[in-house]
């Protein structure tokens, strides 16, 4: 593939015009003179017959031969009358041929010029001064063009071409680091015009795919140190998990040593306590594997099975449940709402909000719904505003909490799954207490 031809662009510009100008310039001289000798041998002619008409004229009008000789000469033509008796007035008679061009005509009137010869004579010698001449004046005018043009044209390409040297500048700015600059052309119709917009597109463009280079790298940094980040967090669950579920298994494998130690010579009361410390550690290791498996649906995107759920139908299972479990927590419940949403999950959330008020000592819980989900209200000692967000992360346990510490994480999982959130505050009322918010949205 050839490469671009840069050679100078006013030199260019420049002997093209000239050379414009060589061929024009001759064309346009040559049909001048052609017009100009064309327009001579008629005006010429047209005289020379306007000189015989008006002696035929005078003819008639009898007038003497030396007085019709007279009125009918003029400048640069000859006049010769000759009379049928052969006598001469005007000039001498000259041959026609060669630089004369002669008209002859016979008077048709007159009581001397009747039948007389007229003979008019003129020198085209000055017609081909005239055209040399015109030639000289042409090729020393057209020479004195082209000069002019060239000189013109040098000084004027500079202030014609001050927009490519104004994109140069800018691109060589750019190229040094220098960005943010551009041409902005006035008219955007023109070449010029068309060209400065199309650079300015392609430096908009051109930075523009710089700024997404360098957003996706402080992204790629970003998602970098947020895995590392995932990653950190990660190994402290799996250690806190084991941690967590070595408690219980340590109880398990006590017990059930206990049991073998003894056989058959253990009492019914050694045998039954032993049994249900075996019953309540297995219950809580199960209980701890189904949150953590929990929790990784919920990490790797919980599938809700979506429909219509009356949150006050809801609630007011959940107060049902509590009253029976709990008889002496006061429950009450007031709103109402319906949204779009997994009951099942809707329900495990809110029965974690009232069984967490339960356990930290509260003796009421009002269980709010309305357009905005579900508020859980309690009178227990409430959460310092440091802890707020502390309490949702993984196996973080509160100072009367009886579980793996899972359980507000996996509320906030399901709420977040459902395009909602899970928050809590100080209560509306000013009183002590804590206000667990669902946020979730009408239908």
């Known amino acids: 593939m050839r490469g671009l031809r840069t050679g100078s662009l006013r030199v260019r510009v420049t002997v093209t015009a000239i050379a414009v100008l060589l061929v024009v310039l001759p064309i346009t001289g040559l049909t001048v003179k052609a017009v100009f000798d064309a327009q ?15 002696a035929q004229q005078l003819a008639r009008q009898n007038v003497a031969p030396g007085n019709l000789v007279r009125r009918v000469d003029a ?6 009358l000759i009379l049928r008796t052969g006598r001469q007035f005007g000039a001498p008679p000259v041959d026609a041929g060669g630089t004369v061009r002669q008209v002859k005509a016979t008077l048709q009137a007159g009581q001397q010029t009747k039948g007389a010869t007229l003979m008019l004579s003129a020198d085209t010698g000055l017609l081909a001064d005239a055209s040399s001449r015109l030639r000289t004046v042409l090729l020393i005018s057209g020479a004195l063009a082209i000069l002019i043009t060239a000189l013109a044209l040098v000084i004027g390409m500079r202030f014609a ?24 052309p006035e ?3 023109t070449e010029l015009g068309r ?6 597109e392609m430096l908009d463009a051109l930075e523009g795919a710089e700024n997404v280079a360098r957003r996706s790298e402080v992204v790629a940094r970003e998602a970098e140190g947020v ?12 250690a806190d998990a084991a941690h967590e579920l070595r408690t219980p298994v340590t ?24 049994e249900l410390l075996l019953v309540r550690e297995s219950r809580r ?19 809700l099975h979506l429909t219509q759920v009356d949150l006050r139908h809801l609630a007011d299972a959940q107060a049902a449940r509590v009253r029976l479990v709990a008889p002496e927590l006061d429950v009450e419940v007031t709103g109402a709402a319906t949204v779009t949403a997994d009951p099942e999950r809707l329900a495990q959330v809110v029965a974690n909000l009232v069984d967490n008020a339960r356990q930290a000592g509260a003796q009421s819980v009002h269980i709010c719904v309305d357009g905005t989900g579900v508020l859980v209200e309690d009178d227990g000692p409430g959460v310092p505003p440091p802890a707020r967000e502390r309490i949702f992360d993984r196996l973080v346990h509160g100072p009367n909490s009886k579980g793996a510490g899972l359980g507000l994480a996996i509320a906030r999982g399901v709420a977040r799954a459902h395009g909602g959130d899970l928050t809590v505050g100080d209560r509306a009322d000013g009183k002590p207490g804590a206000a667990f918010h669902l946020h979730l949205t009408a239908q």
């Open 161 to 184: 071409l001050a927009p490519l040297d104004a994109m140069t500048g800018l691109a060589r700015s750019i190229a040094a680091g220098r960005r943010g600059g551009r041409l902005q």
């Open 227 to 238: 895995a590392r980040q995932s990653e950190d967090r990660m190994r402290e669950f799996v």
């Open 75 to 80: 400048d640069g033509v000859r006049v010769t």
């Open 251 to 274: 109880g398990l494998q006590t017990a059930a040593e206990a049991l073998i130690q003894l056989g058959p010579h253990a009492t019914a009361s050694q045998r039954e306590e032993l």
């Open 40 to 54: 001579a041998e008629r005006s010429l002619d047209s005289l020379l017959t306007g000189r015989a008409q008006l």
């Open 195 to 200: 060209t400065a917009a199309a650079f300015d």
């Open 285 to 303: 290791a199960g209980t701890l594997v189904s949150d953590l498996l929990e929790l990784s649906r919920i990490d790797a995107g919980l599938q």
């Open 187 to 189: 008219r955007a119709d």
